[in-house]
């Protein structure tokens, strides 16, 4: 994993703990009373959910970019060298088939 992509998914990550920490203290505030700090929370956790979403769909779309990009490469990979692809698949055929096998 890249670390642009990896830096991505460990701020996610921590976004979205803070958004749940955050609903949990708004929980507890709400069940006896509506204050203006309660307000306050509520609009934090909704403004980290609105950004964690965002980095989520970005996230999603990097990571549709790169298998595509993948695929691509196989692709062109296959046509370069079909021989090549035929052993390979068939190396992996033989492998995954005598794994199966030992069960």
């Known amino acids: 994993m890249s670390e642009a992509l990896q ?4 701020k996610l990550i921590n976004d979205l703990n803070q958004g749940i920490a955050d ?3 708004l929980l507890k505030l709400t069940a006896d009373e509506v ?4 307000m306050q929370l509520r609009e934090r956790v909704r403004e980290r959910m609105n950004k964690a979403k965002a980095e989520l769909i970005h996230l999603q779309q990097v990571t549709v ?3 595509k990009a993948a695929g691509h490469a196989t692709d062109e990979f296959v046509h370069e060298n ?13 492998v995954v088939g005598l794994l199966i096998s030992r069960r």
């Open 35 to 38: 204050s203006a700090g309660a």
């Open 82 to 94: 079909p021989w090549k692809s035929i052993g390979i698949a068939a190396g992996l055929g033989l």
């Open 7 to 10: 830096l991505s998914k460990e």
């Open 65 to 67: 970019e790169k298998a």
């Open 23 to 25: 609903s949990e203290e």
